[in-house]
């Protein structure tokens, strides 16, 4: 384990396993860093330097500390893509923010382009091989000619092709059922 500056560091969002960085999960490591305490140290590829586990990690040192930020990382050597992305899957699905049906679903599709097998996929991640698969049917959609992780608010559009518009709201949304949305306007009202 060694100190690395951030700026050193590439978040690969192409091998991130999450559909997105949250934004208050990094906001409460901030907090913990101002308040002392030390963070686990961030998983890299000792080649590449991108980074396999810690993208909040990362981002809440580069937002309290900036550019010059040093972090603990432990580098390791992966054999392959695959061999990364499993790696970066694995403990998302052990520790940290929740894994939730997009974010497995955007591991499955992924692991797809890196040619990763549902067995290893399932295993990194916790779940049975069949229920992985499904998310591939019952949760993604094209966009732009990609394939996209649905998430719970628009998975009526399962298999479909999004409008921009459709794309845009997928990504904003957050990801609770249309009854949420409508309840929460009712007690607005």
């Given at each position: 384990m060694r100190k690395l500056k951030a700026a050193e560091l590439i978040?690969?969002?192409?091998?991130?396993?999450?559909?997105n960085v949250d934004s208050h999960n990094v906001s409460n490591l901030v907090d913990a860093l101002i308040a002392g305490a030390?963070?686990?140290p961030v998983i890299v590829d000792k080649k590449s330097k991108r980074v396999v586990d810690g993208f909040h990690r990362v981002r809440a040192h580069l937002r309290h500390y900036g550019e010059d930020a040093e972090i603990f990382c432990i580098e390791k050597t992966f054999r392959s893509e695959e061999d990364m992305f499993e790696a970066a899957a694995r403990p998302k699905?052990?520790?940290?923010c929740n894994v939730d049906p997009c974010d497995r679903t955007h591991c499955v599709i992924v692991a797809?382009?890196?040619g990763l097998s549902l067995d290893r996929l399932a295993g990194a991640l916790n779940m049975p091989v069949d229920k992985l698969g499904s998310l591939r049917s019952d949760r993604t959609a094209t966009a732009g000619g990609l394939t996209v992780a649905l998430k719970q608010t628009i998975r009526h559009k399962a298999g479909a092709k999004l409008t921009k518009r459709q794309r845009a709201a997928n990504r904003r949304l957050s990801g609770m059922n249309q009854l949420f949305y409508v309840n929460q306007l009712i007690e607005l009202l």
């Open positions: 978040l690969d969002f192409d091998l991130y396993p999450r559909n030390e963070l686990p699905a052990a520790h940290g797809e382009r890196l």
